[in-house]
């Protein structure tokens, strides 16, 4: 009996032929296209290894890079002591739907009992991830932080003649690759001499994940002194933390000479004014001008056109007699002379289809024909102010 419990403790203790495992390993998630998937391919050992090979398969469905190198280790797992493996992979799927990882086979050789050298080869099961469509319409970027970084070698509003700006944009994306991250936006604009400098992207692994940075550099400088606006560029992608679509923004930037803008400011502040009489030549000479174009233009036109050129002049031209009689009335206090007045006004918007209050007249006609007549709590004045501005 004693016999038969020391053997029983035995085959529990010592590991069986078979007892290596390599599983691959996946957290509860509900990727999109292009977000980064951990993937652990995990091996639990009780045999002496001599050497080993470990190949990670490649696919169509997706792009992939080791994070860090192997990790063995010694553990103790279910009571028994295991060499484990652990190998961190970033997955990329490039497409929605069914995503299948492996299978993987993990080629050793072992070292025997009898000193000698065996091969075994251990594989572990194939695995399927389910990868949702990338949520929007942009080209997929998913990362779980983004930050754009925009450096100007100078004032872009305030340049010396001649100078060249320099415009470096630093693109810095976590848990992603370079190839995923967008392509170099198109700077360009008619009053814009721009260069751009070859594009450098770089990726460096991580345990967590990738951290991937991509620069753009320009070299602008505008054609004339006249001042401009760089507008912004927006940059799309999916936020894996908060689970949201969000937008980076590259900033916009006015663009000019400091001299265009204090030749500006010099003209308004006086030293390329014109003078008061110099202002009233011109206003002269361009009325003049307008006149006699007018007239050739009316000179050989049927007599209806002449009308309606005649009526729109009056309709845009700020002179109204009527509204100067209508001022002088009010000023009266006599609500029949105001009444009068008011009539021609409105009658001279309506022939020039100007628009006109549908009750213009109500208060004043109230005022007048009222059974107690008179002039209190009537305002002259301010009914023509009102009437002129179309509020009564």
């Known amino acids: 009996m004693v016999i038969r419990y020391a053997l029983l403790l035995i085959l529990l203790f010592t590991p069986a032929a078979g007892a290596e495992t390599l599983r691959l390993l996946v957290p509860e998630m509900r990727p999109v296209v292009g977000e980064m998937i951990p993937v652990t391919v995990r091996g639990e050992y009780t045999s002496r290894i001599a050497l080993e090979t470990l190949i990670f398969p490649d696919s169509d469905a997706y792009d992939w890079m080791q994070l860090a190198r192997d990790d063995w280790r010694q553990a103790r797992v279910n009571g028994r002591a295991v060499r484990v493996l652990e190998r961190r992979i970033a997955l990329f799927p490039r497409k929605a739907g069914p995503v299948t990882i492996g299978p993987l086979t993990h080629h050793l050789t072992i070292a025997t009992d009898t000193g000698g050298r065996a091969p075994l080869d251990v594989n572990a099961e194939p695995l399927t991830v389910q990868v949702a469509p990338y949520p929007a319409d942009s080209r997929p970027l998913a990362a779980s932080a983004l ?6 070698s100078a004032q872009p509003g305030k340049l010396r003649d001649g100078e060249t700006l320099i415009r470096r944009v630093t693109l810095t994306a976590d848990d992603t690759l370079p190839h995923l991250l967008p392509p170099r936006p198109i700077v360009r604009q008619p009053w814009l001499i721009s260069f751009s400098a070859p594009e450098v992207r770089e990726m460096k692994p991580t345990p967590q994940g990738p951290e991937t940075t991509v620069i753009w550099e320009w070299h602008l400088r505008p054609k004339t002194g006249e001042p401009g606006v760089l507008p912004p560029v927006e940059i799309s992608w999916f936020d894996t933390v908060t689970r949201q679509m969000q937008v980076a923004q590259i900033p916009a930037i006015p663009f000019g000479y400091a001299s265009f803008e204090a030749n500006r400011t010099s003209n308004r502040s006086g030293t390329g004014r014109l003078s008061l009489s110099q202002l009233a030549i011109a206003c002269a000479l361009f009325t003049a001008g307008l006149l006699a174009g007018l007239g050739l233009a009316l000179s050989g036109a049927s007599p209806r056109r002449k009308t309606q050129v005649l009526k729109l002049l009056k309709r845009w031209s700020p002179h109204d007699p009527t509204r100067r009689a209508l001022k002088a009335a009010a000023r ?18 309506r022939a020039l ?6 009750s213009a007249t109500a208060e004043l006609d109230r005022s007048i024909y009222a059974a107690k007549a008179g002039t209190e709590g009537f305002d002259p004045e301010r009914f023509r102010r009102r009437l002129v501005r179309g509020r009564t």
């Open 332 to 349: 009266t206090n006599d609500l029949i002379v105001l009444r009068s007045a008011t009539e021609r006004y409105l009658a001279r918007r």
């Open 353 to 358: 289809g100007l628009p006109v209050p549908g």
């Open 147 to 152: 930050k754009v970084e925009d450096t100007l």
